[in-house]
């Protein structure tokens, strides 16, 4: 019978202390989690490979950006001046592209009516590198653009411009559909006007996409 009790006792002991340990709370594993906490912000961690991301695979946004050559470019800040989407083809990587254009007013004269004004396009690339909140997005931007002012006229301007540079993201807190964006970089400015040479410059003040630049998008 001894080894019988203590088969029992032991049991017992088993029991209650499995049941004291599921009084305890257990942490469950979250979905989402940033790529690094805030308090390696002032650090710039970098995401690795394997950590989470915000989960943005396959979604769509629509909003507003900006396309050199069309004016709101004023000093050191590219005002929105376009309709843009935009695609992310993973939770990385995303492919922007943006377009505006404007109808020249109809003349009585055959040879000028229905032609455009102003019109432009770019094309953009955006790399998720570190996520240092869940509603900020740290990014590499790369984008180019060209654009033609008064198209129909002897003073038309042909612009073409690149931009390389750093990039944030931010969420608004309770509306994850909307986001608020800046660049900050170096870009590429050529001007070729119809009666002058053509002029180009590189730099954080070359124009083109101004060092600094805003812009808004809506996913769904």
């Not at 961690?45 to 946004?61: C, E, I, T, V």
């Not at 376009?82 to 109809?106: E, F, K, P």
């Not at 032609?115 to 094309?123: I, K, P, Q, R, S």
């Not at 994850?176 to 006007?193: H, P």
Request: glycine letters at 12%; charged letters at 10%.
């Amino acid at each position: 019978m001894r080894p019988l009790a203590l088969i029992l006792l032991c049991a017992s002991a088993s029991l209650a202390q499995a049941g004291a340990l599921g009084q305890l709370p257990v942490e469950m594993p979250s979905p989402y989690r940033p790529m690094s906490s805030a308090g390696n912000f002032a650090n710039f961690k970098p995401a690795a490979p394997g950590d989470s991301l915000r989960p943005m695979r396959h979604r769509w946004g629509f909003g507003f950006d900006y396309v050199p050559g069309l004016g709101l470019a004023s000093g050191t800040l590219a005002q929105p001046n376009a309709l843009a989407l935009r695609w992310w083809a993973t939770d990385r990587l995303a492919v922007d592209l943006a377009g505006a254009m404007s109808a020249q007013g109809v003349s009585v004269s055959a040879a000028t009516q229905g032609t455009l004004g102003n019109y432009g396009g770019a094309l953009g690339l955006r790399y998720n590198v570190s996520e240092p909140s869940k509603d900020l997005l740290v990014q590499v931007v790369m984008k180019g653009g060209y654009a033609k002012a008064d198209p129909n006229s002897a003073a038309q301007v042909a612009t073409t411009a690149g931009f390389m540079g750093l990039g944030f993201e931010a969420f608004i807190p309770g509306w994850e559909w909307l986001s608020v964006e800046g660049t900050a970089g170096a870009s590429y400015l050529d001007q070729a006007a119809a009666a002058a040479p053509s002029t180009s410059s590189v730099g954080v003040g070359a124009g083109g996409y101004a060092p600094l630049n805003f812009s808004v998008h809506v996913y769904f």
